[in-house]
């Protein structure tokens, strides 16, 4: 069995660049993830007998809206409920400290929408699309 340990704390921009890297995200540089990881409401980062596995964040206005964001764990440690323990910690801080109203979004990657269902996490509709701007 395998001991998944979980740090509530900000990632290392090192860290979060390694984490990146370990399933082919778009390389960015390190001042860019700086910058980034400042405006982070909540983190989970993940160890998985010792080594680093994964980690996600929360990011927001801290009041109204909430984004889980840049949920990553290594290939090698997928499948060993890395994942589970990072978002289950994710939603346990934004639930102890957040304000009375309030909303938890994210937009799920391609085939992640049942494992984001597991947490009650609910499409909105079928017709609507996420979108980005290149």
């Given at each position: ?16 660049l ?19 990881l ?29 984004y ?67």
């Open positions: 069995m395998h001991s998944i340990k979980i740090q509530n704390r900000l990632i290392t921009p090192k860290e979060y390694e984490l990146r890297a370990s399933v082919d995200w778009e390389k960015i540089p390190l001042p860019v993830a700086e910058e980034g400042k405006n982070t409401t909540y983190s989970a980062i993940a160890y998985l007998d010792g080594n680093l596995a994964g980690m996600g964040r929360v990011v927001g206005d801290g009041f109204i809206y909430f889980i964001q840049d949920i990553i764990v290594k290939p090698e440690y997928q499948g060993q409920g890395v994942g589970r323990a990072v978002v289950e910690s994710l939603l346990s801080c934004w639930e102890k400290s957040r304000q009375k109203k309030g909303a938890m979004m994210l937009v799920a990657g391609p085939g992640k929408t049942k494992f984001y269902e597991k947490f009650r996490f609910q499409k909105r509709s079928d017709d609507e699309t996420s979108m980005f701007f290149p």
